[in-house]
């Protein structure tokens, strides 16, 4: 997976699964495009990933996860529910406004 935390004045986590990278996904009039200018950042495992997450979540930031394993990790963690997953193409995804 690839983690990119974007400083700003919210901080944004943008998580993604690695073989998503640089892919577009469309359905109808939605359209998913993990963009390497955005989600491209370090390499992590989950246990890397969990404490990001946990980390962030403290700090008010907003979360931007793509992907099976990425979302399976917000899941494990509590930061997301089933239900506030959405689905294009197959791709799961999630966003996050802490």
């Keep these: 997976m690839i983690v ?8 944004i986590v943008a998580i993604c699964d ?11 009039k939605f359209q ?3 963009k390497e200018n955005f989600y491209k950042g ?3 495992n989950e246990k890397e990933i969990i404490k990001i997450i946990k980390d962030m979540s403290m700090e008010d930031a907003t979360f931007n996860i793509v ?3 990425s979302i399976a990790i917000a899941l494990k963690v509590g930061l997301i529910t089933k239900e506030g997953i959405k689905e294009l193409q197959g791709v799961p995804f999630a966003l996050v406004l802490l």
């Design 42 to 44: 370090k390499e992590a």
């Design 4 to 11: 990119n935390v974007i400083k700003s004045y919210r901080d």
């Design 32 to 34: 998913l495009e993990i």
């Design 67 to 69: 992907g099976k394993k």
């Design 18 to 28: 690695k073989e998503l990278l640089g892919k577009k996904f469309e359905e109808g």
